[in-house]
């Protein structure tokens, strides 16, 4: 006599990571903190970026949690400019989660109204599927990368609302065809806004901070009747 | 991919399940695996194994089904069904598609003992 049986189940396998991601997102939406989850291959140029951003936004309230594998180097540079920050070790796992978010979140003494910048691991793949409980994810192409890298990595671009095409200082360096890259990034996600930056010039940034202006208006919840 | 930590969060919902309804063991785990959801299904498979090691489903088998890639076509606003990501849209040839569909990676059910 056998005794198995089936359970229905029609669970997603990230569920767990979904229900950390919603309870940070409630969190935030609370506290009316714009949440941007930076996403790229090694190297692009977040952490450069994120540094001329903070210094660019001046007094700002801004808080940071780094992500990679191994050292505290990020988080380091981060602080350099005065800005707080919370460095997280994934060891080997290959993006950040929920879980870390929500813990470093904890750590941060987030201030109401503020911003917050989420580095994920340098991977064009993993950071995709799993949902931190962010407002946007902002991918970081540098130019360097070439112009089919949105092609060979659709999901993390089709994933991200806006996408910063870093380092176009080097552009007549290298044979890149700019035109080219924003073409193959609306192509995987047409609505895909995209940005030319240089963290090294400067050039772009004046239109990247009035989006981070924009974006942290919106996130102001309508004032309560009286 | 990070077929490993998919593998951590069927093993969690197991988990859950085996204290829910009481059962000693898990025949065949059931999951649903959307076309674009980037799931390598050689890693998953040999994951899976390795992580149920020690678990109530130590040694089930995994039962893989493909679910179809689905994208808005934003030239002809059909939805439509694609096999790649970056195939044309079937409707009008069109190139700007935004997937809708297809993402998915479910556990449908599980056969226990
Ligand atoms: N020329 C140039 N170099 C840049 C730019 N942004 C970043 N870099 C350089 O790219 C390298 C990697 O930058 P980093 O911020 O560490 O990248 P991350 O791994 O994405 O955080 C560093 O040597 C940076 O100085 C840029 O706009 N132009
Ligand atoms: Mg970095
Ligand atoms: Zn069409």
Redesign the interface.
């Known amino acids: 006599m056998s005794q198995e049986r089936l359970i229905q189940l029609e669970t997603d396998i990230l569920a767990k990571n979904d229900r950390y991601a919603a309870a940070n997102r409630a969190i935030l939406a609370d506290r009316e903190i714009l949440t941007l989850n930076f996403v790229s291959s090694p190297g692009s140029g977040k952490t450069t970026l994120l540094c001329k951003t903070i210094e660019a936004l001046g007094d700002q309230p801004l808080a940071v949690i780094e992500g990679d594998q191994q050292t505290a180097n990020d988080a380091d540079r981060i602080r350099a400019t005065g800005a707080k920050a919370v460095q997280v070790n994934t060891g080997k796992g290959c993006h950040l989660d929920g879980h870390m978010v929500g813990h470093a979140m904890e750590h941060l003494k987030l201030a109401n109204n503020s911003m917050l910048f989420i580095e994920n691991v340098g991977n064009l793949v993993c950071p995709a599927g799993f949902d931190l409980g962010e407002d946007a994810k902002v991918a970081i192409l540098s130019v360097t990368e070439g112009e089919d890298k949105p092609l060979k990595y659709p999901d993390m671009f089709t994933a991200s609302r806006m996408a910063l095409l870093n380092k176009v200082d080097l552009a007549p360096y290298c044979d890149v065809d700019l035109d080219l890259y924003e073409e193959n990034l609306r192509r995987v996600n047409p609505s895909i806004e995209i940005i030319r930056v240089s963290a090294r010039t400067g050039e772009g940034m004046d239109v990247w901070l009035q989006w981070l202006r924009d974006r942290l208006a919106q996130k102001a919840k309508p004032e309560a009747a009286e | 991919?990070?077929e490993m930590?998919?593998c951590e969060?069927?093993r969690?919902?197991i988990e859950d399940?085996a204290r829910q309804?009481a059962?000693n063991g898990v025949?065949c785990v059931r999951?649903e695996i959307g076309r674009?959801?980037?799931v390598e299904k050689d890693a998953l498979s040999f994951a899976f194994d390795v992580v149920m090691r020690g678990s109530v489903a130590e040694g089930a088998t995994l039962e893989m089904i493909d679910l179809p890639g689905r994208a808005m076509c934003?030239d002809c606003i059909h939805e439509v069904e694609i096999e790649n990501?970056?195939d044309p849209c079937p409707d009008c040839g069109g190139?700007?598609?935004?997937?809708v569909g297809g993402?998915?990676?479910?556990?449908?059910?599980?056969?226990?003992?």
């Not at chain 2, 993402?103 to 003992?113: A, S």
């Open positions: 991919m990070h930590s998919l969060g069927i969690t919902v399940q309804h059962f025949k999951v674009f959801s980037g934003y990501r970056l190139g700007k598609l935004m997937p993402d998915e990676m479910r556990i449908k059910d599980l056969e226990v003992l």
